[in-house]
């Protein structure tokens, strides 16, 4: 029974944690309005970006990372792991679709990598790495969150996460990962994806 009771309060508490959107409620309160009406039309802190504000948009990935990373370390101390990763990604659920904003949020990314050290150290062993390399050598931010969220289920696995649920969770997410970016990815197959540093380009978070 408390692990029934632990499932269903991860899967509300992290979604509602994550649909918060840090993104937009920073850029109303600098007087900058709605951060929906410029760019992407994303919550995320590459929006943010394109606003000219990078301490608003660092502040935005960062907690946007946290929301996922803090419930799943609380669901995690008081439930188990596997709880708590259900609870951080619930929060990347809640940050794609939040309900306060009629289910269009971010992309996601930030806060993926804001459960893994929560829930997989060797996830995020995977992940920080890669996407850093990737977007040294192409300048590409979507192409370093894709590669980076192909490779971490198995490079997980061979880091030492063995626990079956673990990894198929993060395989889901990584597969979210792709459907969130699909535009990114229609742009990466016809070579017409910004590099960061054009007139086009930001981070992509």
């Known amino acids: 029974m408390q692990a029934w009771i632990g499932y ?4 509300v508490c992290g979604y509602l944690a994550g649909s918060i959107p840090f993104g937009l409620l920073l850029t109303r309160a600098a007087g900058l309005g709605d951060i929906r009406d410029i760019g992407s039309n994303s919550i995320g802190a590459t929006n943010v970006l394109r606003t000219g504000r990078k301490d608003l948009a660092f502040a935005t990935l960062l907690l946007d990372s946290l929301k996922a990373g803090l419930v799943a370390f609380v669901f995690t101390w008081m439930f188990g792991r596997e709880i708590g990763f259900v609870a951080g990604a619930m929060a990347f659920v809640g940050h794609c679709y939040p309900v306060w904003l009629g289910f269009r949020g971010g992309k996601g990314v930030a806060t993926y990598a804001g459960l893994l050290p929560f829930v997989s150290l060797p996830g995020f062993f995977v992940a920080a790495p890669v996407w850093l390399v990737v977007f040294a050598i192409t300048r590409i931010s979507s192409l370093s969150a894709l590669t980076a969220a192909v490779l971490v289920p198995p490079g997980a696995y061979l880091l030492g996460e063995h626990n079956l649920f673990i990894i198929g969770g993060l395989a889901l997410l ?3 990962v792709f459907w969130t970016h699909r535009t990114n990815l229609s742009r ?15 981070p992509e978070a």
């Open 174 to 176: 990584s597969a979210f």
């Open 8 to 11: 269903g309060a991860a899967l």
């Open 188 to 202: 990466l197959l016809k070579g017409t994806e910004p590099r960061f540093g054009t007139s086009k380009a930001k």
